[in-house]
Antibody
């Protein structure tokens, strides 16, 4: 069965750093790009970052670019998100999710088909 | 970057039909995917592509699109369909992604 399990969340002071992890099982992790998505209290889902299956390319939301770093260790089936210079606006549940895509009659179709249960990050003094 | 706009909230009577819409420029290029999230749970993919459902998603969920608008329809809504629903798509001309603002569906 396909699983994604996040860990590493917790309480961190403003300006601090934290790294959250996502361990994958039940599928060939190295074949899939991966994303981080977050949901702040009382707010909606927000896409945070994406990394190609081999780590060769990464992308970030404007709100985290320069502060967050996505990475992966395919030998360990694990995805990471290093978060620096954290502020209250980064308080959220962070989800990892698997990137999937198809090509149907020349249409490229992208979606996120597997999600972890999330790990909570609270930025507060 | 792109934005996707959804109605904040809609309500539907038990057993009736409700349609949620999502508007944004990226939808002229890419199909939306739709996600259901109930309190305390992870998001769940319910519709992707033109109108595809992952295994296990009931047939009462369907999707459509036209121009810059994507729609999710629940035909014969059940109490268990009460949730937040989000559209999402890849950003045009980049490998970034965007989620819609979310729609809270209440089943009366």
């Amino acid at each position: 069965e396909v699983h994604l399990v996040e860990s590493g969340g917790g309480l961190v002071q403003p300006g601090g750093s934290l790294t959250v992890s996502c361990e994958a099982s039940g599928f060939s992790f190295s074949n899939y790009a991966m994303h981080w998505v977050r949901r702040a209290p009382g707010k909606g889902l927000v896409w945070v970052s994406r990394i190609e299956n081999d780590g060769s390319s990464t992308s970030y939301a404007d709100s985290v670019r320069g502060r967050f770093t996505i990475s992966r260790d395919n030998a360990k089936n694990t995805l990471y998100l290093q978060m620096d210079s954290l502020g209250g606006e980064d308080t959220a549940v962070y989800y990892c999710t698997r990137d999937e895509w198809e090509v149907i009659q020349s249409d490229y179709i992208y979606y996120m088909d597997v999600w972890g249960k999330g790990t909570s990050v609270i930025v507060s003094s | 970057s792109s934005e996707l706009t959804q109605d904040t909230a809609v309500s539907v009577a038990l057993g009736q039909t409700v349609t949620i819409t999502c508007q944004g420029d990226s939808l002229k290029t890419y199909y939306a995917s739709w996600y259901q999230q109930t309190p305390g749970q992870a998001p769940l993919l319910v519709i992707y592509g033109k109108n595809s459902r992952p295994s296990g998603i009931p047939g009462r969920f369907s999707g459509s699109s036209s121009g810059n608008t994507a729609s999710l329809t629940i035909t014969g809504a059940l109490s268990e369909d009460e949730a937040d629903y989000y559209c999402s798509s890849r950003d045009t001309n980049s490998d970034r992604y965007v989620f819609g603002t979310g729609t809270k569906v209440t089943v009366l």
